[in-house]
């Protein structure tokens, strides 16, 4: 016993020391009796066979919309952040409820409730027309070379989105991007939003894909992690105000534009 813990401190000690001098040792792994069951080596990502793309705020600049959303609540801005988030709330309340509407009635209904609370009243008309900017919103500057880099290094490109599929056909063809994909599926046509674990695996599915070969990109961390738990690959678009799920493991890649992450995936 008194070798073993002399061996396990060498071990710790050297191990300390490569780090210092910036060099990656091999871990060992302890059983909970402490004796040696091998050793596990760092492993890098695989180039992932199909990557499928969130759509609103990874590809699209939503500055449009937050402006008419603010507008309509009485001139609020900071209350965006708060319509979003219930949004995804009730998209996620009638997904557990086993019930579907469209995204975008349940963008009106979350809207006119954050009004109520704020004391202001939102007809259906006018949460219709805040919301309605979100057809015709540019892509973000990057998005455009990125997708066409991904396209010419072979990559399958497929948008996954909350929307509908009327929605997201219109969507991405407003922004001009709407031929580099290969497909587009929207959850309408399993009836359950993301971060569903069904709407992932529904997704991989479709595109005739195992989950380990699928990569998700996208600018919210509450997809990356449900990707993530679906058992697929996932990279991070950390766009302004958007952090990763702490609880959740690390996506694959994490840079601040989607063209920093198609050059990496170029490299695979």
Known sequence: MK?????????????????????????????????SIGVKEEQK??????????????????????????????????????????????????????????FGKIGGAALKMVGLNNGVVITDEQAGEAIKPILSLPAH???????????????????????SNKAVESQLKNAGIYDLFDDRLSIEDVGKFKPHYDAYNWAARKMGFESKDCMLIAAHGWDVAGAN????????VSRPG????????????????????????AKL
């Not at 507008?71 to 952040?81: E, I, K, Y």
């Not at 990125?146 to 010419?152: F, G, M, Q, S």
Request: aromatic share 10%; glycine share 6%; charged share 20%.
């Open 45 to 102: 990502y695989q180039r992932p066979k199909v990557l499928f793309f969130d759509v609103n705020e990874t590809l699209l600049d939503l500055n449009a919309m937050k402006k008419s959303i603010g507008n309509a609540l009485g001139g609020r801005p900071d209350l965006v952040s708060l319509w979003f988030t219930t949004m995804l709330q009730y998209s996620l309340v009638t997904t557990v409820g086993n019930q579907y509407h469209d």
């Open 229 to 236: 738990w679906a058992g697929w690959q996932t990279a991070f």
């Open 242 to 265: 958007q952090q990763l799920f702490a609880l959740a493991n690390s996506p694959e890649i994490n840079e601040k534009d989607l063209l920093l992450i198609a050059k990496q995936l």
């Open 141 to 163: 500057p990057e998005v455009k070379e990125a997708l066409i880099l991904l396209k010419k290094e072979g990559y399958t490109l497929v948008s996954f989105t909350n929307s």
């Open 3 to 35: 070798e073993f813990k002399k061996s396990r401190r060498n071990f710790i000690n050297k191990a300390i020391a490569l780090g210092g001098l910036g060099i990656v040792a091999p871990s060992l792994v302890f059983t909970a009796k402490g004796s």
